[in-house]
């Protein structure tokens, strides 16, 4: 007769093409993913010149090459971050924008921005302040 015995459950490993995240796995050593998704009317991309257009493509390509952290760390007037207070925003702010929502401005174009916010490694972008009237410069 068998005993008793409880089958073990083999350890996870990390895999050549598969791998394990552990739970304290920070989202600013991963590159990010940008989201159109809520792109607001008057600052979507059908606005920009083709110039701007073109840099918006390149900025998003450069930054996807790049880590969170990265991004943190690089000039806010280069490929970094700068953080812009709800307040300052002269648009209609969404509704899924809470209060307690932190607001990011990545550069595409000069000092022309890409205004979003963070969420995990991902960057929903809600408006490309083309024309600088999204906010006081």
């Not at 792109?39 to 257009?53: P, V």
């Not at 932190?102 to 408006?127: C, H, P, Q, S, T």
């Amino acid at each position: 007769m068998a005993k008793n015995r409880k089958i073990k459950s083999p350890s996870i490993q990390q895999g050549k093409k598969i791998s394990v995240k552990s739970e304290g796995s920070s989202f600013n050593k991963l590159k990010p993913i940008f989201s159109l998704e809520h792109i607001q009317k008057n600052y979507c991309i059908s606005n920009c010149t083709k110039d701007q257009k073109a840099a918006f493509a390149d900025a998003l390509r450069k930054r996807s090459q790049m880590t969170w952290n990265e991004i943190t760390q690089a000039h806010r007037h280069g490929l970094g971050q700068e953080k812009i207070a709800q307040t300052a925003i002269k648009a209609p702010l969404p509704k899924d924008i809470t209060p307690d929502t932190n607001l990011i401005a990545l550069r595409f174009d000069g000092k022309a921005a890409m205004v979003g916010r963070k969420e995990g490694r991902l960057f929903i972008i809600y408006w490309l302040d083309h024309d600088f009237s999204l906010y006081d410069h």
